[in-house]
């Protein structure tokens, strides 16, 4: 494991905690041929953390953490890497129990999780992957045969995920504030930027770099209307993976201030809000490395702030690319970026699904989509645009690859959640096959339809 190459002071070597009954609810059978993970993998006291793969030294990580914008020590407290492995292309990716037990950062908490949000957590990580959007991956679920004491007591469960890293700004918060920040940095641009290993300036490379790729992530998130819920520092990955689900969920009905979670009272982490907090976020790392990117703290404070600033940029870029592909736009004009924003105003407006507006424009381009004036007029003026009909075609053509006709829809996915709690996984495993084919041009109704206006959703952090 070459994450112990690290100071010991970054993890803790700890066995997962054996539970009483394992047994694999859920399996993704082609994840772990896409690993080269071979059979030994496809066992409950394995995945449960009742057995060890060979050579197996687990650890739990240490981190700290701004949450809701307060930092604190964390750590996994209740995730447990099992090993790295590697497959036969040569990509490095880290193999995580979550709910394995007690580790030293566990706090009070009791190291362990509930089958609800395990498998919440899976499936919208397999959702985003379908999405084409960067993410950890679910590799199984299984129940403990225990039961873990919330609000009410719950089925116990424990998530194999797997990452190609689970280096956190939180890893190097922690790292900094050890004054070990030099060998971490190193074996961050070692295991994600190896193009920096040589660049002049190295560590502004790698900002530079997370920078990049955070700001492609926030905007594919934007795309698919996605919104993680806790964008704490210790909840973003270096590797611009989206990591860590929560109380995360896909909007249905447009509102620029969506928020789910329960706890953020806030709304600090709503939908429209993702794009700065990602920049806090980025400059909470920049602070972290200001002494690796120059000795001179004056120019080194100007170097990161030159960095950050790039944020803006790239993700303006990539949200424009992605939503003018939503609306088949191909060639670009000055103004496009206001005319995205006034149909997002429209959507709002008229209270329309997100999701289901960009289909209906793939599917019915005649048919108003909007019932206000100004709604004709966009809409009118967007067939203009794409010169309909006789380059419809093409335009169609951009669309279908971007937009989704479905998304893991919240009432569904808590439906199906609720039936498997009580011991049925039909319901769920269905929801699962729909959300891993999102583009599909045939799809039920039944998936895509959006909740009745008067069911407000709410998700809960499910710890
Ligand atoms: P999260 O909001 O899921 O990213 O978790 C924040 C922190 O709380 C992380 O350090 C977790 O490891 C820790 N944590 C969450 N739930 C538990 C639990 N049941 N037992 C111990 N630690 C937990
Ligand atoms: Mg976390």
Redesign the pocket.
Known sequence: MTYKQLPDIMYSEIYPTPVAEPNIVLYNHSLRTQLDLDETWYDADLLAGNQLPPQSTPIAQAYL?H?FGHLTM??????ILLDEVITASGNRFDIQLKGAG?TP???G?????ALGPMLREYLISEAMHALHIPTSRSLAVVTTGETVQRERPLTGAILARVASSHLRVGTFQYAAHQAVIKPVADYTIDRHYPACRSADDRYACLLESVVQKQAELIAQWQSVGFIHG?M?T??MALSGETI?Y?PCAFMDTYRADQVFSSIDHAGRYRYSGQPFIAKWNLARLAETMLSLIDPDEDKALARAGQILDQFDFHFKQHWLKLFRKKLGLRQYQIGDSQWIDDFLLLLEQEQLDFTNAFVHLMDHPDAPLFSSEEGITWQMNWRQRINYPDDWDIARQIMIQVNPRVIPRNHRLEQAIQSAEAGDMSEFNELLAVVQTPFAEQVDQTWTQPPDPSQSFVSY?G?
């Open positions: 953490g949450q964390l750590g996994d407290g209740r995730a007690k950062y566990s706090r908490g009791d190291g362990r999780a806790v704490n210790d909840n860590d929560g952090c710890t």
